[in-house]
């Protein structure tokens, strides 16, 4: 089964679609076939959740290794 490319959503916009495919596989209704391409579907938009948040929390906060704080990221910095 070839795999299908998730379009490019917004954050929230992948979420609520995710919670939506939940709902619709937990009522029990829904076809072995539709449940497989839901599941698919939900696993990109769970990676694609996950990305964002990584991206966000990289682009927040940044560990300082000699200190052992969180500082904020400054972008600028790290092109030089």
């Given at each position: 089964?070839?795999?299908?490319?998730t379009p490019e959503l917004s954050f929230e916009a992948a979420l609520?679609?995710?919670?939506?495919?939940?709902?619709?596989?937990?009522?029990?209704?829904?076809?072995?076939?539709?449940?497989?391409?839901?599941?698919?579907?939900?696993?990109?938009?769970?990676?694609?959740?996950?990305?964002?948040?990584?991206?966000?929390?990289?682009?927040?906060?940044?560990?300082?290794?000699?200190?052992?704080?969180?500082?904020?990221?400054d972008p600028e910095a790290e092109n030089e």
């Amino acid at each position: 089964m070839p795999k299908r490319k998730t379009p490019e959503l917004s954050f929230e916009a992948a979420l609520e679609r995710l919670e939506s495919l939940i709902e619709s596989m937990e009522d029990g209704e829904t076809p072995l076939a539709e449940l497989v391409e839901k599941f698919e579907e939900g696993a990109n938009l769970l990676k694609s959740c996950q990305a964002n948040l990584k991206q966000a929390e990289l682009i927040i906060e940044k560990l300082n290794f000699d200190t052992n704080t969180l500082e904020a990221l400054d972008p600028e910095a790290e092109n030089e």
